[in-house]
């Protein structure tokens, strides 16, 4: 396992990943209803931009740096924006916020957080980003193996159950490895509400990977941010949300991040793309 999510902490994808997040969550606490929430790729919780990780990529500068100076931001990123200021004292810093102190934040203390992470620098910086959140835990073990044993406990405590699966692509199962996590989980809990990100290189492997979700869902909901033409292979020309489940209230959000990030921070000729399977 080389990955290592600091070098591309705070770049064009964490925007588009972090705030349909926030989006999902905030649709999803809107009652009163217990969640129950699973990160099966957790990564280090927090992020320093200055370090020398972020420095050596400069993806951030083209990422969360665009967006906190950019004067047409819609509100749908103000929570993003919110959660960036406070990690860094309430004003400018180089902090940057993972998915887990964006999903902690987002929760009340009556929901349940298992965060996953098997890097064993990572876990303990994901420990301590987490340490005060009673009601979150992280927890050194596979992602996948985790969504499929705990979902369906929030469904049998009257809750629901939401899975983000945002895996580092390093292994070539991955694709496979949402697809069959997103039918185990369905099968112990046909109304749990499933987010995972995927980058976009080519059309071949994104369009396989959907008409397999189809296979096992019948409501995907994919938001593509496509930067470039999706030309090379071998670079990263965007990257896409896929959803199931997802909260209707939460569409517009959804679109608005990924039209956004389209006009502002790709290529010409970028687009978004938001469709259901
Ligand atoms: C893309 S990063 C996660 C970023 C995080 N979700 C965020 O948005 O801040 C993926 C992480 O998954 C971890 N990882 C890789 N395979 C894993 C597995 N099977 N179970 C749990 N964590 C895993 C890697 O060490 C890496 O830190």
């Not at 200021?85 to 999903?103: D, Q, R, T, V």
């Not at 340490?131 to 927890?139: D, G, K, L, R, S």
């Not at 991955?174 to 980058?199: C, E, F, G, H």
């Not at 008409?211 to 930067?227: C, F, I, P, Q, S």
Request: with cysteine; proline share 5%; hydrophobic share 45%.
């Amino acid at each position: 396992m080389n990955y290592r999510h600091a070098f591309h902490a705070g770049n064009f994808a964490d925007l588009q990943k972090h705030a349909i997040l926030i989006a999902l969550l905030a649709a999803l606490t809107a009652d009163e209803t217990p969640l129950s929430v699973i990160d099966t790729h957790a990564g280090a919780g927090a992020y320093d931009l200055g370090g020398d990780m972020a420095q050596r990529s400069g993806e951030a500068a083209a990422g969360i740096g665009k967006l906190l100076a950019a004067k047409n931001a819609p509100a749908v990123f103000a929570p993003l924006v919110a959660a960036v200021k406070a990690l860094n004292g309430g004003g400018e810093g180089s902090l940057y916020p993972g998915s887990p102190l964006l999903i902690a934040r987002s929760l009340r203390k009556t929901d349940r957080y298992v965060a996953c992470e098997l890097r064993p620098d990572d876990f303990d910086s994901l420990r301590r980003s987490l340490a005060p959140y009673p009601f979150a835990q992280a927890v050194r073990d596979d992602g996948y193996a985790t969504a499929v044993a705990k979902a369906g406990k929030g469904g049998q405590g009257g809750g629901r159950t939401f899975v983000l699966i945002d895996p580092p692509f390093e292994r070539s199962d991955d694709y496979a490895q949402i697809v069959a996590t997103t039918k185990a989980v369905l099968a112990r809990d046909s109304q749990a509400v499933i987010a995972a990100w995927m980058p976009l290189k080519d059309l071949e492997t994104f369009d396989a990977f959907m008409r397999a979700m189809e296979t096992v869902t019948r409501d995907a909901l994919a938001a593509e941010l496509r930067l470039r033409p999706l030309a090379d292979p071998m670079k990263m020309n965007g990257c896409a949300m896929v959803m199931v489940g997802a909260p209707r209230s939460a569409e517009a959000a959804i679109a608005e991040v990924t039209t956004w990030l389209a006009e502002n921070v790709g290529d010409a000729g970028a687009k978004a793309r938001i469709w259901r399977a």
